[in-house]
Antibody, heavy 117, light 109 residues
């Protein structure tokens, strides 16, 4: 059974950089894109971006200037960095594996990141 | 940027059938938008139901089906169960990026 486990700091101050990592267990890592998605409290889902195993990235245009997604294939892990955070970046952040061919079938458990001074 | 629109809320009776739709601001939704559908219950991560318009994951109950309907992506629930009460999100691929719809709150009453 494919599992995604994610971790990272849950409380940040404005202007700091959000950093999360997601590991993929019990499944193929090299054949899929990996995604980051977020959900502000009480609101809908927002796609942040994705990365292929070769390192090709695609980002949400509204976040592109602040987002970096990277991959470490040796550890079956991928990471998200979001710079210059504000209260508007407070959300549950999810990682998910999948792409146009396979769909986003597998998700991490979610990490609540709160930005507060 | 593409805007994806879903019905804000729908109500269905147990055992009934309901169709949720997903429209794109760029025009008719086609198979090239690779529509995905997700179910989310309070306090849980979204669970994937449908990918690439109409394909089911191995865990997707048979009563859920995906299609294209009148220029939109559609999710149909047949024989609705009380446990189907949840928020449903569609996801479309457009211009090299994924875009979520705003979600539909499905009430089973």
């Amino acid at each position: 059974q494919v599992q995604l486990q994610q971790w990272g700091a849950g409380l940040l101050k404005p202007s700091e950089t959000l950093s999360l990592t997601c590991a993929v267990y019990n499944g193929s890592f090299s054949a899929y894109y990996c995604n980051w998605i977020r959900q502000p409290p009480g609101k809908g889902l927002e796609w942040i971006g994705d990365i292929s195993q070769s390192g090709t990235t695609n980002y949400n245009p509204s976040l592109r200037s602040r987002v970096t997604i990277s991959v470490d294939t040796s550890k079956n892990q991928f990471s998200l960095k979001l710079s210059s955070v504000t209260a508007a970046d407070t959300a549950v952040y999810y990682c998910a594996r999948g792409d146009v061919i396979t769909g986003m079938g597998y998700w991490g458990q979610g990490t609540l990141v709160t930005v507060s001074s | 940027q593409t805007v994806v629109t879903q019905e804000p809320s729908l109500t269905v009776s147990p055992g009934g059938t309901v169709t949720l739709t997903c429209a794109s601001s760029t025009g008719a939704v086609t198979s090239g938008y690779y529509a995905n559908w997700f179910q989310q219950k309070p306090g849980q991560a979204p669970g994937a139901l449908i990918y690439s318009t109409s394909n089911k994951h191995s865990w997707t109950p048979a009563r859920f089906s995906g299609s294209l309907l009148g220029g939109k992506a559609a999710l149909t629930l047949s024989g609705v169960q009380p446990e189907d009460e949840a928020e449903y999100y569609c996801l479309l691929y457009s211009g090299g990026a994924w875009v979520f719809g705003g979600g539909t709150t499905l009430t089973v009453l």
